[in-house]
């Protein structure tokens, strides 16, 4: 129960009540609420099997974040703030890769929260609408504010040195992926076997009862194919065109390939930009002969790359089968902060199995081939990169720099919002459950309460 519930809360990051909470409201802003079930989750998520020590008053900086979470809401809201839908789906995409790399897979992902893909995504949604909103609003507040070296100078001599963070060893880490191909008698066997099926559909079979028996898409096979309600932009580019240009329910599409494979699609329902389809899908399987033709082609850019042939950049934009990393020269970002950045116990959680490889590589120097499986269960190689790694220390000026430098305009920022914060308390309707009340934290809440 514990390891599906952390799944859905490291995906949401702000989830929804639970049932087996004992629900009630703890906070509202204007016509917002906040719920103690909402709490406990990030409780929950922060603290999941942390060695650090939890401070006494944690739940109360939770409350107090979730309340300038809706204050901020509710000011960008006033303000005309915009979040596009492709903003919201990269975002949730982005949450979705990184914490199916946690899970093993997307399809155990799917089957810790027992729903599909499109369905959590589609679920939460509003969280993640919310979250971007309030960060543009608080982006608005604080400005172009800035710090000069001095400023970064005085922060850091006003920090105790025995409270002085201390960083562990950091990587950043470059990968080159290699998958598959799949023969082109293998994908003319499964067009046909589709063809075969449509031609089922088209003389009068029941296409929920085909899409149950042959489907190859798990998440929504067992559901007579139905994917739910999605908008444009949250599916494959040719699966979507095809999907939101059926008109009638019940009509169905031609043979359309994906990255996926092969679909057959049937509308189900269309309410205006959003449709609820069901589909069929057919997987062009690779063999373990296409994979050591891959594993063969590693190996040869491998040494290229060792002869000085390629750049380990050059080689990634010409070869790497892996568009996420290709787009940032190679480099896996780190999907905690969006830096190249990995705190070395980061990088386990994330993937343990880089860790074990870059343990053994010397800064500058690439690995041999290994063979390894992606969030989707797909196997391919990859060559792994050493970029950087620095030793553990307690910051100092010279080794962090531009750590401090972000400390320092962090704090600047607080000031900002906090000010900003209690102009605007004094305008908003707040309420704070009673037991909070005696918190440090809540007390500029409180105020506006008592009045």
Sequence with gaps: MYKIFFFLVLLTGNIAAQPRLADKIVGIVDDRIILLSEIEAQFLQNTYQSTLSIPPDYKCQLLNASLTERLLVAQSI?????????????????????????AGSLEKLEEYYGKSIIEMKDEFRPQVRDQLMADRERATIVGELKVTPSDVIAFYNSIPKDSLPYYNSE???????LYPKVSDAVRDYSKEKITDLLKRIQNGEDFATLAGAYSEDPGSAEKGGELGFVNRGELDPAFEAAAFSLKKPNEISPLVESTFGFHIIQLIERRGDRINVRHLLIKPKTTSFDLNIAGKLADSLYQLIQAGKYTFSEAVSKFSDDEYSKSNGGMIQNPSNGTNSFDINDLGTYDKNLVMVTDSLQVGAISRPVIFQNERGESGYRILYLK????????????????????????????????????????????????????????????????
Aim: a negative charge.
């Design 78 to 102: 006033i303000d005309s703030v915009e979040v596009t839908d492709e903003e919201v789906d990269n975002e949730l995409d982005r949450r979705v890769r990184s914490f199916a790399n946690v």
């Design 171 to 177: 990587v950043e880490i470059g990968t080159l992926v």
């Design 388 to 451: 950087s790694k620095t030793q553990p220390h307690q910051a100092n000026l010279k080794d962090d720099y531009n750590k401090i430098q972000d400390m320092a305009l962090s704090q600047k920022q607080t000031d900002v919002i906090n000010k900003w914060l209690r102009d605007r308390i004094a305008k908003s309707y707040v309420y704070v459950a009673p037991e909070y009340h005696a918190c440090k934290v809540i007390e500029k809440w409180n105020i506006r309460q008592q009045q």
